[in-house]
């Protein structure tokens, strides 16, 4: 059975939040687009995938990482530049904070978590 948590995270400065990839990272400007894009990197498997393939040796990487959780939900609250971001999912701690890292680099900060 699958423990289903609730992540509360907080981003600083929405606007300086990239992540290290162009090519992966979050370049909207608001955290409605935020939330919209880190719900559908949790829910698929396209940017799992597409960091995978720029990988050096992506068959060393373990697969675990890519897992998937279709009825994971984001939700982002901002003010000013700063963004509330609640996601609740089944899915690993190590999993969401791999994600969010690469759409926003380390710009973010873990609050709380707790049970959904």
Excluded: C
Excluded at 27 to 40: N, T
Excluded at 57 to 63: C, E, I, L, Q, S
Excluded at 85 to 104: C, N, Q, Y
């Amino acid at each position: 059975m699958t423990t289903v948590q609730r992540y509360m995270f907080s981003i600083d400065d929405l606007p300086k939040a990239r992540g290290e990839s162009h090519e992966l990272s979050f370049q909207g400007g608001s955290a409605e687009s935020l939330a919209a894009l880190l719900q559908q990197a949790l829910r698929e498997p396209s940017l799992w995938q597409r960091w995978l393939a720029m990988q050096p040796d992506p068959d060393a990487v373990d697969a675990a990482l890519g897992q998937n959780d279709p009825a994971a939900i984001v939700e982002a609250h901002q003010s000013d530049v700063h963004v509330s971001v609640t996601v609740t999912s089944s899915l690993p701690h190590a999993i969401i904070k791999h994600r969010l890292t690469l759409l926003v680099g380390k710009h973010w900060t873990l609050r709380n978590v707790s049970a959904a």
